[in-house]
């Protein structure tokens, strides 16, 4: 599956941003998808990840309540509504998706990646 990710920018404390991974190649609704992000000199890390049917969700703690992931399989599309932003949230953001079950918080536990989209929160 391909995934292409979008809607990064650059957004004022307190802001918000809505991104989106558009996914093809095989079916969407096959696939857990996972939002991650990576920041400059740290590792990637987990933010959000969604169930195939969009049924169950699960956040970050540090990330809980201020984002939210949704999908929409008819679109083939996952969301990541991102709310009162802070400085620290500036990074880029990938989508990913996997057909494994469990695992989801883990990078290794994803089998595509998208290209990243990046968000920059200034002060």
């Known amino acids: 599956v391909q995934l292409q990710a979008s809607g990064g920018g650059l957004v004022q404390v307190g802001g918000s941003l809505r991104l989106s991974c558009a996914a093809s190649g095989r079916t969407f609704s096959a696939y857990t998808m996972g939002w991650f992000r990576q920041a400059l000199g740290k590792e990637r890390e987990f933010v959000a990840a969604i169930s195939r049917g969009g049924g169950s969700t699960y956040y970050a703690d540090s990330r809980k309540g201020r984002f939210t992931i949704s999908r929409n399989n008819a679109k083939n599309t996952v969301y990541l509504q991102m709310d009162i932003l802070k400085p620290e949230d500036t990074a880029i953001y990938y989508c990913?998706?996997?057909?494994?079950?469990?695992?989801?918080?883990?990078?290794?536990?994803?089998?595509?990646w998208g290209q990243g989209t990046l968000v920059t929160v200034s002060s």
């Open positions: 990913a998706a996997t057909s494994k079950y469990g695992g989801y918080y883990l990078t290794e536990g994803y089998d595509y």
